[in-house]
């Protein structure tokens, strides 16, 4: 009897472990894919010989850490699109991206079934789904924790590792961990263990890998200087960088000054709300300095409009609502937008700040001609009389026929 294929998206860690060992014993051949997206790891073929070890029939390594930031993250940024205003969905952002990549292989090996290990609690599971069926309506979706018979096999942690132990598995975990991490290279998510208490502070119990503390960042301002080109950021300090290579530099400079730390309370899609701790140094800097360029060379409706839109924008992202009719044609809005969107932004970076030292644009709408306070100019303040009469008409007329008490 031929058994079916089914992609694992695989991390190596002890969830995705025992999963591919429990889709083994559930009668599936197990082909385990690992999307790189700038996740630590102290040995990549290690991932490899290990899904190998458990007994995948195989297992690949795809490497998508420029195409995250690049075709991701970047638009994403070009819209300022925070979720409830605060975080810059860096797992988020991922996660359609690991879908495609697994169903990409999932073409390649003959797998008609696609399986990952998000829970039946979290975002990710809708946005591993959601992006799976939308590009092959016809595939399946394995989800382990949300089936009761996995669920009952392994009731906790304890389970999973004895699991491991029983088939010579080798995985780093713990019984007992103060907290979940999940890292890319956009960002470093903490959450549950004992930031799921919101009177305990997160900085007190996380430790962070990419920004030090404020207070422990020099005492000293550091200079960046950010090109953009169309609203894309493609030159640091005068040197042209590739998207990975401009957000994992960032990462350095600015996580070095205490730059990017975020602690929320964010409401899931499933309808709880939950805790989350956040570092993204140099996401955070390069939405800092594209808001600073944009106000040069924006018109003021069109800023407006996408403001208006982005937290709509941050919520289909946070949803799973990546590949649809209505993103698709967000963001060729949002191309068309970013076109004057050139020049250079140089930052100060002190201390978890970030301070506008300069901003320059072959684009510029700013005319000082136009805005200065001082005598003449070419701006004749004689036309707003006019201009705030009509602007004021309405206001009159409903006065005289509704007077308002003052």
């Known amino acids: 009897m031929t058994r079916e294929q089914v992609v694992l998206a695989y991390s190596g860690g002890l969830d995705t472990s025992v999963i591919l060992g429990w889709l083994m014993d559930e009668g599936y051949d197990v082909h385990a894919v690992y999307v790189d997206l700038g996740q630590p790891c102290e040995d990549r073929q290690a991932i490899l010989d290990k899904a190998r070890k458990i007994g995948a029939k195989s297992s690949q390594i795809v490497d998508a850490r420029d195409e995250l930031c690049r075709d991701f993250a970047f638009p994403v940024m070009q819209w300022q699109a925070k979720y409830e205003g605060t975080y810059l969905l860096g797992t988020s952002i991922a996660r359609p991206l690991i879908s495609k990549k697994c169903l990409q292989a999932a073409r390649e090996v003959g797998a008609t079934v696609y399986a990952h290990g998000a829970t039946g609690k979290g975002n990710d599971q809708c946005r591993f789904q959601l992006a799976a069926e939308a590009l092959d309506p016809g595939v399946r979706i394995i989800a382990p924790w949300r089936m ?7 009731p906790g942690r304890t389970a999973m590792i004895d699991y491991c ?9 713990s019984v007992s961990k103060p907290y979940s991490s999940d890292e890319n290279c956009l960002h470093i998510s903490y959450e549950a263990g004992k930031l799921e208490d919101p009177l305990v502070n997160g900085v007190d119990v996380v430790e962070f890998g990419m920004t030090v503390s404020p207070q422990q960042a020099p005492d000293r301002v550091e200079n960046v200087t950010i090109g953009f080109e169309a609203g894309i950021p493609v030159r640091l300090n005068g040197q042209r ?3 990975l290579e401009m957000v994992t530099e960032l990462n350095t400079i600015a996580g070095r000054n205490g730059v990017g730390q975020i602690d929320m309370i964010e409401n899931r ?14 996401m955070t800097t390069l939405y800092f300095a594209h808001r600073i360029l944009e106000q040069l060379t924006l018109d003021r409706d069109l ?3 996408r403001d208006r839109i982005a937290p709509e924008v941050a919520e289909m992202v946070y949803y799973g609502f990546w590949y649809c009719a209505k993103m698709d044609a967000l963001l060729a809005f949002i191309r068309e937008s970013q076109k004057p969107v050139n020049g250079e ?19 510029s709408l700013y005319d000082e001609a136009i805005a ?3 005598g003449g100019g070419s701006y004749n303040q ?7 009469r009509i602007m004021g008409l309405p206001g009159r007329v409903q006065g005289r026929v509704t007077p308002r008490p003052y």
Do not use: C, W
């Open 345 to 363: 932004v140089t930052l100060g970076l002190y201390k978890g700040n970030l301070i506008v030292v300069s901003r320059s644009s072959p684009n």
């Open 372 to 374: 200065t306070m001082e």
């Open 382 to 388: 004689t036309d707003a009389e006019g201009f705030l």
């Open 269 to 282: 899609f499933v309808g709880m709300k939950s805790r989350g701790v956040y570092e993204a140094p140099g």
């Open 165 to 173: 132990d029983q088939r010579q598995i080798p995985v780093k975990a």
């Open 148 to 154: 009761e018979r996995f669920r009952k096999l392994f």
């Open 241 to 243: 960088k590739s998207a």
């Open 303 to 305: 800023v407006h409009l």
